[in-house]
């Protein structure tokens, strides 16, 4: 694996959907360029609105995304858990409400 891509999620809300709609686009890019990535989303104490957005774009979507469930209320240490479960040679964080450009 070339990039673990790992996004913390709490309360984005509506905003978690395009978050995800960007890294997915991002994926299928660098994946057109010969970039293998894993994406692994971290769900921090997510509000029931931002874990069923993310929920319907995994069932949406057939990709093979790892949802990680924790109870830090801790950014940091939502971010350390998913990259302990990250097998990229890099990795690229993100939080629920930021974009990714395909490039």
Same mark, same amino acid.
């Given at each position: 694996?070339?990039?673990?891509?790992?996004?913390?999620?709490?309360?984005?809300? #509506?905003? $978690?959907?395009?978050?995800?709609?960007?890294?997915?686009? $991002?994926?299928?890019?660098?994946?057109?360029?010969?970039?293998?990535?894993?994406?692994?989303?971290?769900?921090? /104490?997510?509000?029931?609105?931002?874990?069923?957005?993310?929920?319907?774009?995994?069932?949406? /979507?057939? #990709?093979?995304?790892?949802?990680?469930?924790?109870? /830090?209320?801790?950014?940091?240490?939502?971010? /350390?858990?998913?990259?302990?479960?990250?097998?990229?040679?890099?990795?690229?964080?993100?939080?629920?409400?930021?974009?990714?450009?395909?490039?």
């Amino acid at each position: 694996m070339d990039i673990s891509v790992i996004v913390t999620f709490h309360r984005e809300g #509506l905003l $978690a959907r395009p978050t995800l709609e960007t890294i997915r686009r $991002a994926c299928l890019s660098a994946a057109s360029t010969g970039i293998s990535t894993e994406c692994l989303l971290v769900c921090d /104490n997510t509000d029931s609105v931002t874990e069923s957005i993310i929920e319907q774009f995994l069932l949406e /979507n057939d #990709l093979p995304w790892r949802c990680i469930r924790v109870l /830090n209320s801790d950014l940091g240490q939502s971010r /350390n858990d998913g990259i302990r479960q990250a097998t990229g040679r890099f990795v690229a964080i993100f939080d629920g409400d930021d974009y990714m450009a395909p490039d």
